[in-house]
């Protein structure tokens, strides 16, 4: 048999693999038990155990925009305890994605600057600008690893990434919506793809990933345009649904297929496309949520709106005349994350903020760490 002491250390690892990752002050505050300790929970060993035993990266705050602010302020509101970027606040920015470790923002031209792209990753505070495309008369725009095989769960923003920008444009008549993609490694932006399509403009509401392909909300948005990042990048629109008229988000189903939300009355109903074994594709109501169950009934004097959906963690942001909340859909559990009414779409920000980023983040100061801890 192995010695008592080995046992003990596969017995702290197995326990200290078990502290949740949406309370990142657990494993710091594991880091100051003692010297071994730190070492082990700072170790490339433990944190991939870490990472692939919890799966997909927790929630540790979203984005939102504040347009009842002069100049318009894309704010960040930690749901995580203990974690909270340098800067909270960014004025003139104006947030429109987050996925993989990463954020997204375009920043407003002024006087001293043009307007430019702004990818952010709010754990290291690291950022990158990027020069804006020929900008069509509605567009959008979504971020992503562009890491081949990667799984996600350690995604930040000193690793490649891809910028995926939409538009929409009215040429003679006909609309044709447009795509192309910003390469990091690169530092340029690719050809352009096109598709025509009578009623398919871009909206500028939260993107979804599903497979390899990004999806946009259109309007009217019964429409859905797909953009695939791999191989030749083709763009194709699909039909939803005429249901729940504009109060919808893009959502991703547990098994990763692409599907929607959307409010009626106070109930919030779950769609998915679901393809069968000839190919063909349909949409699904696959499941009903009844918001009477879950929230007062003064946040239902007037029909809620779901404002954002956080991918790999299954939380839907749901905005009402008292302030913002989350559900989780597997467990139900409510939250409520803002106070604000005018939180119009909530973009979440999802990463594992483990001990080895906390200590470089706060350069490795035991008095740091124990006010992170806290």
């Not at 990027?130 to 979504?142: C, F, H, R, V």
């Not at 993609?181 to 990933?209: C, G, K, N, R």
């Amino acid at each position: 048999m192995p010695p008592a002491t080995a046992l003990m250390d596969d017995v702290v690892v197995e326990i200290l693999l078990r502290l949740p990752p949406d309370e990142p002050g657990c494993l710091v505050r594991a880091c100051l038990v003692s010297k071994p300790w730190r070492r082990l929970l700072t170790g490339n060993a433990f944190l991939r155990s870490y990472r692939k035993f919890h799966g997909a990266p927790p929630m540790l705050g979203f984005l939102h925009r504040l347009y009842d602010e002069d100049p318009c302020v894309a704010r960040f509101v930690p749901t995580a305890k203990s974690f909270r970027p340098p800067r909270t606040d960014r004025r003139c920015w104006y947030a429109l994605d987050a996925r993989h470790g990463r954020a997204l923002f375009y920043d407003s031209e002024s006087e001293q600057k043009p307007a430019e792209f702004v990818v952010w990753d709010p754990v290291t505070d690291g950022h990158r600008r990027i020069p804006l495309p020929e900008t069509p008369k509605s567009w959008n725009a979504a971020v992503l690893c562009a890491v081949d095989g990667c799984d996600h769960l350690d995604c930040h923003g000193d690793d490649p990434f891809l910028v995926a920008f939409v538009g929409t444009d009215k040429e003679e008549g006909i609309w044709i919506t447009s795509a192309c993609f910003y390469s990091s490694e690169a530092s340029s932006w690719s050809s352009t793809s096109f598709v025509e399509h009578p009623d398919a403009s871009i909206e500028m509401q939260p993107s979804a990933l599903s497979g390899n392909a990004v999806y946009f909300l259109c309007d009217p948005s019964t429409r859905i345009l797909q953009c695939d990042f791999v191989g030749e990048r083709k763009l194709s629109v699909i039909d939803r649904p005429d249901v729940h008229e504009n109060n919808i988000v893009l959502i991703t189903a547990e098994d990763g297929t692409l599907g929607f939300a959307g409010v009626q009355e106070s109930s919030i109903y779950l769609w998915s496309m679901e393809v069968d074994p000839d190919g063909a594709a349909a949409w699904v109501q696959h499941r009903v949520v009844d918001l009477g169950k879950l929230l007062t009934s003064r946040a239902l004097m007037i029909t809620p709106d779901v404002s954002g959906f956080a991918e790999g963690v299954g939380v839907i942001f749901v905005r009402t005349i008292v302030g913002l909340f989350t559900i989780e859909l597997k467990s139900g559990r409510v939250r409520k994350v803002s106070s604000r009414g005018s939180v119009c779409t909530a973009i979440p920000y999802t990463s594992f903020y483990t001990p080895d980023r906390a200590i470089r983040q706060l350069n490795a100061s035991d008095d740091a760490l124990i006010h992170l801890s806290t």
